[in-house]
């Protein structure tokens, strides 16, 4: 059952012991109900794509209560320390340069080396945030595809039953995501939202590009080779052929395994780590052979990644 909390401090403590325990938690922000889960455990951050149902380990937003904390796992250029001094807390998110470090589980920044970051405005967001004492990873507290919500009715229509509890903090005065921004070198704008382009084009003191470079991918999915290891990685591989380093899953055993029961939040959770871990066994010029993982569920997502990891070079 999804628990619906009251907006008092019983109510956040308990939704930040949920948090504590790698449980999921919906909670008001200014713009949407945000889906949290615990932004440095990678099975927190799986059971997010399992509950939405999204299709694929797309970028998440940290959110964090302040600018002090976010530059604790994020380095915050000149542009971005503007913007950011100017509109946050508030409907602004930032991409920035990943820190060393950082703590951030690999499935929030889908293996890029930056990360999404935003300090919302709404009082019951920054009390939670400072109760639970971490980055949350939230994309919004609805099914993938279907309209953000707004209320805590919103978030039960579509997940109940799929998270542990809801913060009821009331309807959502914004009602929009927030605006995503890469600042630094020079201001580019990945999603219009809640804070108008033209009052960042007049804080910034000039015009924001739109879109990314697809020869620079600033998110995942821009390029059909991504994620990819050193080594030659085969696909669907029911055992391992000499010199090749086997990923099983379920049945298939291997040197190392995505999940040997065969679940598919904890293979999602061990994706890019064993990615890394195979890659350092195979060693220069090397090859990893992943057992075939099924195309239901987080499934797919780990199969986008995989291919995607196994594409030519350069495409």
């Given at each position: 059952m999804t628990r619906t909390l009251a907006p008092d401090d019983v109510g956040i403590a308990e939704a930040a012991r949920l948090l504590a325990a790698g449980e999921l938690v919906a909670f008001p922000t200014e713009t949407v109900y945000g889906l949290g889960g615990d932004a440095r455990d990678d099975r927190a951050v799986?059971?997010?794509y399992e509950a939405k149902g999204r299709p694929s380990f797309n970028p998440l937003i940290v959110h964090l209560p302040d600018l002090v904390a976010v530059e604790k796992i994020a380095r915050v250029g000149p542009k971005a320390q503007m913007l950011a001094q100017a509109f946050w807390p508030g409907p602004l998110t930032l991409v920035l340069p990943l820190r060393?470090?950082?703590?951030?589980s690999p499935l929030v920044t889908a293996g890029l080396q930056t990360v999404a970051v935003r300090v919302p405005a709404h009082p019951l967001a920054q009390r939670l945030l400072r109760a639970f004492g971490g980055p949350l990873a939230a994309p919004s507290a609805n099914p993938s595809g279907r309209v953000s919500p707004t209320q805590t009715a919103h978030v039960l229509e579509g997940l109940t039953g799929r998270i542990a509890a809801v913060l009821d903090g009331g309807a959502c005065a914004v009602g929009l995501e927030s605006t995503i921004v890469v600042a630094d070198p020079e201001p580019l704008l990945l999603r219009p939202g809640g804070l108008p382009?033209?009052?960042?084009?007049a804080a910034l003191g000039e015009p924001l590009a739109v879109g990314g470079d697809a020869g620079k991918p600033t998110s995942p999915g821009q390029l059909a080779s991504h994620y990819a290891p050193e080594a030659v990685l085969r696909l669907n591989a029911p055992e391992a052929l000499?010199?090749?380093?086997?990923?099983?899953?379920?049945?298939?055993k291997g040197?190392?395994?995505?999940?040997?029961s065969g679940d598919l939040v904890e293979a999602a959770s061990r994706l890019f780590q064993m990615l890394r871990e195979a890659d350092?066994?195979?060693?220069?010029?090397?090859?990893?052979?992943?057992?075939?993982?099924p195309e239901t569920g987080l499934g797919r997502a780990i199969n986008d990644r995989l291919r995607r990891a196994a594409a030519p070079r350069g495409v």
């Open positions: 799986a059971r997010i060393e470090g950082a703590g951030i382009v033209e009052v960042l084009e000499q010199g090749e380093v086997l990923v099983g899953f379920g049945p298939v040197a190392l395994m995505l999940s040997e350092r066994l195979a060693g220069p010029g090397g090859r990893i052979a992943f057992a075939p993982v």
